[in-house]
């Protein structure tokens, strides 16, 4: 699977964007890009998984360069509870029972 | 009850006991998996089942083992604890086999 970097911690202001950058410069044509995040003492929580195209949902988008090596997750207006850690995960679509979980970002939302 | 449950929500236990982790799901969700989490080691999958009456092996499977008896439980069973497995643990579930979709809130087990 291919490795991921991503920053160790991150603030943002209450009510902004806030973008969380995710490097992975050795992603395979056929791995998808996953992201989870956790907030403090809960189990994880999915947000949003793409392969190459920008993908949004109710929770956040996903923002994929075109050469595919880096992505950027984007909360559109973060609030107080978007406070966790969030983990940018690589992997090809079969096989979710290797799904790694790296030591992610751990963002602040700051009021 | 919705999405999963996980029982018990913490647990201590003396090492060399055997252990029986629960968890439940209601939305008839085909995959399930367990991970443990431990500082600076991020979510690590021990067991996994695609389907009922299958399983399989994750990263650290070892002192671990699963049964997949129906569709919506998924137990965890510690044959003989030992202090190494003292974790929170994490069940979770998926209608696909591409990404675990639901987490549980967890189960903190502490083996003395």
């Known amino acids: 699977d291919a490795k991921t970097t991503q920053p160790t911690s991150m603030d943002c202001a209450e009510g902004r964007a806030a973008n969380l950058p995710c490097n992975h410069s050795?992603?395979?044509?056929?791995?998808?890009v996953y992201w989870y995040r956790q907030i403090h003492s809960q189990g994880p929580q999915y947000i949003i998984h793409g392969l190459k195209n920008n993908e949004t949902n109710e929770m956040a988008s996903l923002i994929i360069t075109e050469d595919r090596k880096s992505s950027t997750l984007i909360l559109p207006h973060a609030t107080l509870r978007d406070t966790a850690v969030y983990y940018c995960i690589v992997r090809v679509a079969e096989g979710a029972q290797k799904l790694v979980f790296g030591q992610g970002t751990r963002l602040t939302i700051n009021p | 009850i919705a999405g999963i449950t996980q029982a018990p929500t913490s647990q201590i236990l003396a090492a060399g006991r055997r252990m029986t982790l629960r968890c439940t799901q209601d939305m008839r969700h085909n995959a399930m998996y367990w991970y443990r989490q431990d500082l600076g080691l991020g979510l690590r999958l021990i067991h996994y089942s695609n389907t009922a009456g299958t399983t399989g092996k994750g990263e650290v499977p070892d002192g671990y083992s699963v049964s997949r008896a129906n569709t919506d439980d998924f137990p965890l069973t510690l044959a003989s604890a030992v202090p190494s497995q003292t974790s929170v643990y994490f069940c979770?579930?998926?209608?696909?086999?591409?990404?675990?979709?639901?987490f549980g809130p967890g189960t903190r087990l502490t083996v003395l």
């Open positions: 050795t992603i395979s044509g056929n791995e998808y």
């Open positions: 979770a579930s998926s209608d696909s086999r591409d990404r675990p979709r639901f």
